[in-house]
């Protein structure tokens, strides 16, 4: 069965420093990955997608993640955080019928002036 | 339209009345999901539609919650006997073809709360 564990469900830094948001996954078979931002009021947006292609995926905003199947993880990182990069970041992992995504329990990115 | 419309924004009920909850996808997309978000618990899988057909129910939490889909486009969320519970709220996502690869669109949710 596949799931999705987010190992941290705050995480608070500073403008300008960098940012880590840790995604372990469990998967039957090659799992899609994905990485959904939700800013406060606003709906979910994806930020970046994992589909066995490049390991290392680049993501609208900066964000980046590398898939690494020996770690089962998938983190997202950002070099410098910016104060617009407060939301709750959610870490996905495709499921094991069509049509289902298995969304973790979030991490909520606090950024400090 | 432009993106996934969902209705209503809000809803204020009493226990034990019945809710329903409209999900507008984007035009041509085949794919429609609803999800609930509830505090602190991510978003949990409720059910998922392929044109009109529901090939994945397996996430509707009782026989008191049901969804339809007519037309391929508009979907229903309907809660029957509304308990206290079942204050969350409520996604609705489409995906053009509904493939596990493809990104989902969301709309903005209704919140509901039940008294």
């Known amino acids: 069965a596949q799931s999705v564990t987010q190992l941290d469900s705050h995480v608070s830094v500073s403008e300008g420093t960098p940012v880590l948001l840790r995604c372990n996954y469990s998967?039957?078979?090659?799992?899609?990955l994905f990485w959904y931002v939700q800013h406060p009021n606003k709906g979910l947006q994806l930020l970046l997608k994992y589909t066995s292609a490049a390991t290392l995926v680049k993501g609208i905003n900066g964000f980046e993640a590398e898939f690494k199947k020996s770690e089962t993880s998938f983190h997202l990182t950002k070099p410098s955080a910016h104060m617009s990069d407060a939301a709750e970041y959610f870490c996905v992992v495709s499921g094991g019928s069509q049509g289902n995504l298995i969304f973790g329990k979030g991490t909520k990115l606090s950024v400090k002036p | 339209g432009a993106g996934v419309s969902q209705s209503p924004s809000n809803k204020v009920t009493e226990k034990g009345k019945d809710v329903e909850l409209r999900c507008d996808p984007i035009s041509g997309h085949t794919a429609l999901y609803w999800y609930r978000q509830s505090l602190g618990q991510g978003l949990e899988f409720l059910i998922y539609?392929?044109?009109?057909?529901?090939?994945?129910k397996s996430g509707l939490p009782s026989d008191r919650f049901s969804a339809e889909r007519t037309g391929g486009s508009v979907s229903t969320l309907t809660i029957q006997r509304t308990q206290q519970e079942d204050s969350a709220v409520y996604l609705c996502?489409?995906?053009?073809?509904?493939?596990?690869?493809?990104?989902?669109?969301f709309g903005s949710g209704t919140q509901l709360s039940v008294l």
């Open positions: 539609f392929q044109g009109n057909s529901a090939p994945d």
């Open positions: 996502a489409s995906s053009p073809r509904g493939s596990v690869h493809e990104k989902l669109f």
């Open positions: 998967s039957s078979y090659s799992p899609s």
